[in-house]
């Protein structure tokens, strides 16, 4: 006979048990709802605007340094921020006034739409078309940014009270050519250079060292150096006429920016193909004045790091991000300069470096045009 009084006891019995099990598993899950909460209210929003593309290897490093910069200070992509990027490729495919508008134009909906809690530009067509215009435009609603390689005093814009107190949201890093110690680099590895041409493209960033160089170079020691001439050219036909012309005329060739030559029909030159010219057709030494130069051919380049730069505004950037105020941080040059050799170009010019010089190089390039 079935004792139904304890079957009840015992259905019920585990019908109490199984609604326990389910209110205990209830209270459980959400204890790690607010951690996971809390993280994502926490991540940063950070937003990069490159004037030029990756095809520019400054542009690359850059990128890669302020990447560096936030991870020395903590900050891990996808941990602790998300990383927006636009390249306005100014240098190669939009180079005219009216493509940099569009571009800056494109940038900033881009910009807008993310809506970031700091914003990076690095040179400066970025810093004038999309930084300073963001601020001009959205008074009211600040958004913290850092420059990085910005060759024209960035008090000329109205948001930027000092170099000392900027005053307002932009803060940063300026570039400026190491004229000093390159030239010091190039009478040490050439005693009996005494004269220098300095050659460049006619583009923005190269007019506006040129400028500044105008204003504080000629003053500047340099020692037995003579700058015999700084000249800037729009066409790459114009630029192997100056070479030739100063074969017997200095000692050495200094180069700035050769990316936007153009040629007869109005189109930029590739770099590569400046450089090949180069390489076949002239007989001194060369100095560049940025340090990814001799990766692509130059001798010898002295001058600021890419890499170098970008960590140190991504530092700073970090800084701001856990508080500081950008209208009270200096905007300075960092002097964060390499000096790189190529062995290749030396070969082929029949020079031999002493091993101590190679040694304490950055960086020596075995190949012409190569990492």
């Given at each position: 006979?079935?004792?139904?009084?304890?079957?009840?006891?015992?259905?019920?019995?585990?019908?109490?048990?199984?609604?326990?099990?389910?209110?205990?598993?209830?209270?459980?899950?959400?204890?790690?709802?607010?951690?996971?909460?809390?993280?994502?209210?926490?991540?940063?929003?950070?937003?990069?605007?490159?004037?030029y593309?990756?095809?520019?290897?400054?542009?690359?490093?850059?990128?890669?340094?302020?990447?560096?910069?936030?991870?020395?200070?903590?900050?891990?992509?996808?941990?602790?921020?998300?990383?927006?990027?636009?390249?306005?490729?100014?240098?190669?495919?939009?180079?005219?006034?009216?493509?940099i508008?569009?571009?800056?134009?494109?940038?900033?909906?881009?910009?807008?739409?993310?809506?970031?809690d700091?914003?990076?530009?690095?040179?400066?067509?970025?810093?004038?078309?999309?930084?300073?215009?963001?601020?001009?435009?959205?008074?009211?609603?600040?958004?913290?940014?850092?420059?990085?390689?910005?060759?024209?005093?960035?008090?000329?814009?109205?948001?930027?009270?000092?170099?000392?107190?900027?005053?307002?949201?932009?803060?940063?890093?300026?570039?400026?050519?190491?004229?000093?110690?390159?030239?010091?680099t190039?009478?040490?590895?050439?005693?009996?250079?005494?004269?220098?041409?300095?050659?460049?493209?006619?583009?923005?960033?190269?007019?506006?060292?040129?400028?500044?160089?105008m204003?504080?170079?000629?003053?500047?020691?340099?020692?037995?150096?003579?700058?015999?001439?700084?000249?800037?050219?729009?066409?790459?036909?114009?630029?192997?006429?100056?070479?030739?012309?100063?074969?017997?005329?200095?000692?050495?060739?200094?180069?700035?920016?050769?990316?936007?030559?153009r040629?007869?029909?109005?189109?930029i030159?590739?770099?590569?193909?400046?450089?090949?010219w180069?390489?076949?057709?002239?007989?001194?030494?060369?100095?560049?004045?940025?340090?990814?130069?001799?990766?692509?051919?130059?001798?010898?380049?002295?001058?600021?790091?890419?890499?170098?730069?970008?960590?140190?505004?991504?530092?700073?950037?970090?800084?701001?991000?856990?508080?500081a105020?950008?209208?009270?941080?200096?905007i300075?040059?960092?002097?964060?300069?390499?000096?790189?050799?190529?062995?290749?170009?030396?070969?082929?010019?029949?020079?031999?470096?002493?091993?101590?010089?190679?040694?304490?190089?950055?960086m020596?390039?075995?190949?012409?045009?190569?990492?």
């Open positions: 006979m079935i004792d139904l009084r304890s079957n009840f006891r015992i259905k019920l019995g585990f019908a109490l048990a199984l609604v326990a099990m389910v209110i205990a598993v209830a209270c459980e899950a959400p204890k790690s709802e607010p951690e996971d909460a809390g993280a994502v209210d926490e991540t940063h929003r950070i937003f990069v605007v490159h004037s593309s990756t095809a520019f290897p400054w542009t690359a490093d850059l990128h890669e340094g302020i990447i560096n910069g936030l991870s020395e200070s903590g900050l891990n992509p996808d941990r602790d921020y998300q990383l927006q990027t636009f390249y306005m490729d100014t240098r190669i495919n939009f180079t005219t006034p009216e493509q508008q569009e571009r800056a134009a494109e940038a900033l909906e881009a910009l807008q739409d993310f809506a970031p700091i914003l990076f530009v690095t040179d400066d067509i970025a810093i004038e078309h999309v930084a300073v215009r963001y601020a001009e435009q959205n008074p009211s609603d600040p958004l913290s940014t850092v420059f990085a390689g910005v060759n024209v005093d960035p008090t000329v814009y109205a948001p930027i009270s000092s170099l000392d107190v900027p005053g307002g949201s932009i803060t940063g890093a300026l570039e400026r050519i190491p004229y000093e110690e390159a030239f010091a190039a009478q040490r590895l050439f005693p009996d250079a005494t004269r220098v041409v300095i050659i460049g493209d006619a583009g923005s960033a190269t007019q506006s060292a040129r400028a500044a160089f204003l504080g170079g000629q003053s500047a020691d340099y020692g037995p150096i003579e700058v015999v001439d700084f000249l800037l050219f729009e066409e790459f036909e114009q630029r192997k006429s100056a070479v030739a012309e100063f074969q017997d005329k200095a000692d050495f060739i200094a180069i700035l920016n050769f990316h936007q030559l040629d007869a029909g109005g189109a030159v590739a770099p590569s193909e400046v450089v090949d180069m390489v076949a057709n002239n007989d001194l030494p060369e100095i560049g004045l940025l340090a990814d130069w001799a990766r692509d051919g130059i001798l010898v380049a002295v001058g600021n790091s890419g890499l170098k730069t970008g960590a140190y505004v991504g530092a700073l950037g970090a800084d701001i991000l856990d508080g105020d950008p209208a009270t941080t200096p300075v040059d960092p002097k964060q300069t390499d000096v790189n050799f190529n062995l290749a170009r030396a070969r082929s010019l029949g020079i031999e470096f002493a091993a101590d010089e190679v040694d304490a190089a950055d020596a390039f075995e190949a012409i045009g190569g990492r």
